[in-house]
């Protein structure tokens, strides 16, 4: 069975000051070079969710998020809703080197997983059940970071280069 996978796409990038799922990195937008990354892996379907009308325009399917609450863990919960049924890998759309080479061990692990590069896990770049979709939305709802959705989740280690 296929591995879904979903880019998380509706932070509001306060800190960047801009939108980053539209930031232009080697002529894509973050959020289509994610979820290309993410299909070239072997992802299937891959779905982009955020809230920003625009993302319909990238070519990729969208889940989009409502409210005004912008909470990580909320998208990981539409995204796992999105696919009841299965694994998806869940990706943000930030990490400007993410690679097919990162995302192979991943998708090799064939479950539940978090990914660590340069000894830094990335809670956001993980393999979730879709069980997980209610404990997703309850720790977002408690205000808890995005690493107590992967606590006991496996440590799969990526190659070279360090993800940033």
Request: proline share 9%.
């Amino acid at each position: 069975m296929a591995i879904a996978g979903v880019v998380l796409a509706g932070g509001r990038s306060s800190r960047m000051g801009r939108d980053k799922a539209f930031i232009i990195l080697n002529g894509q937008p973050l959020a289509a070079h994610a979820a290309s990354v993410l299909a070239s892996g072997g992802c299937n379907p891959v779905r982009i969710v955020g809230r920003q009308a625009a993302l319909s325009t990238l070519g990729w399917p969208v889940i989009t998020e409502n409210g005004t609450d912008h909470h990580p863990l909320l998208g990981v919960n539409l995204a796992l809703l999105a696919h009841p049924k299965g694994l998806v890998l869940v990706a943000p759309c930030d990490i400007v080197n993410l690679s097919v080479d990162h995302i192979v061990p991943l998708l090799s692990h064939g479950a539940p997983c978090v990914a660590r590069s340069n000894d830094r896990v990335h809670p956001l770049l993980a393999i979730f059940p879709s069980s997980y979709a209610e404990k997703a939305a309850a720790l977002a709802a408690k205000g808890a970071p995005a690493m107590a959705l992967c606590e006991d989740l496996p440590v799969i280690d990526l190659p070279a280069p360090a993800l940033i």
